[in-house]
T-cell receptor, first 115, second 112 residues
Framework: NAGVTQTPKFRILKIGQSMTLQCAQD?????MYWYRQDPGMGLKLIYY???????DKGEVPNGYNVSRSTTEDFPLRLELAAPSQTSVYFC??????????????FGSGTRLTVV | KNEVEQSPQNLTAQEGEFITINCSYS?????LHWLQQHPGGGIVSLFM???GKKKHGRLIATINIQEKHSSLHITASHPRDSAVYIC??????????????FGTGTLLAVQP
């Protein structure tokens, strides 16, 4: 089925370890996003991309990095994991045509625990 | 104060009841989204609104741009409607991105 695919679904990291959360979409969407969801809080934007080769910081980028070498893939890299990065991470994509936004689609999420 | 406020935060209903979830926002927007998240699950987009009203099955979403308020209604509620319902707005600053600002969600439990 078309959509946004995130892997892994669950991961436990030790403090100081690194990992990459994978995100892929097959809808040819220009825009891709990484959000984190913490208990009692609205989703917060970590990084976003408006197209291949273009990325920019969101509200909470510290401790993360991204790349967008293709339209389909938008991996999120955690360097030197910290307990504050324990969260549920969602990747999303959308597209825009002549000013009209449509197709906002979320992945199923990655639950990350840093111990 | 959050730019997007939802009420109530928690809601328990009996099967068959009519349910209303409210969303107020304090910024200029170009669109408002209603999203559904089942426990431990992913997020599904229910509606995107820029004016008026939309209906899909038992779900109805309305928006009043002048009052900066939107409501999500569920008619003839069912236990499978139990989920977190999230309101999100897209800012109207003319930027090239489609970034959203999210409310904290309304946890709905529908009891049989």
């Amino acid at each position: 089925n078309a959509g946004v695919t995130q892997t892994p679904k669950f991961r436990i990291l030790k403090i100081g370890q690194s990992m990459t959360l994978q995100c892929a979409q097959d809808m040819n969407h220009n825009y891709m996003y990484w959000y984190r969801q913490d208990p009692g809080m609205g989703l917060k934007l970590i990084y976003y991309s408006v197209g291949a080769g273009i990325t920019d910081k969101g509200e909470v980028p510290n401790g993360y990095n991204v790349s967008r070498s293709t339209t389909e893939d938008f991996p999120l890299r955690l360097e030197l994991a910290a307990p504050s990065q324990t969260s549920v991470y969602f990747c999303a994509s959308s597209t825009r045509d002549r000013g009209l936004v449509y197709g906002y689609t979320f992945g199923s999420g990655t639950r990350l625990t840093v111990v | 104060k959050n730019e997007v406020e939802q009420s109530p935060q928690n809601l328990t209903a009996q099967e068959g009841e009519f349910i209303t979830i409210n969303c107020s926002y304090s910024v200029g927007i170009s669109a408002l989204h209603w999203l559904q998240q089942h426990p431990g699950g992913g997020i599904v987009s229910l509606f995107m609104l820029s004016s008026g009203k939309k209906k899909h099955g038992r779900l109805i979403a309305t928006i009043n741009i002048q009052e900066k308020h939107s409501s999500l209604h569920i008619t003839a509620s069912h236990p499978r409607d139990s989920a977190v319902y999230i309101c999100a707005v897209r800012l109207n600053y003319g930027g090239a991105t489609n970034k959203l600002i999210f409310g904290t969600g309304t946890l709905l439990a529908v009891q049989p």
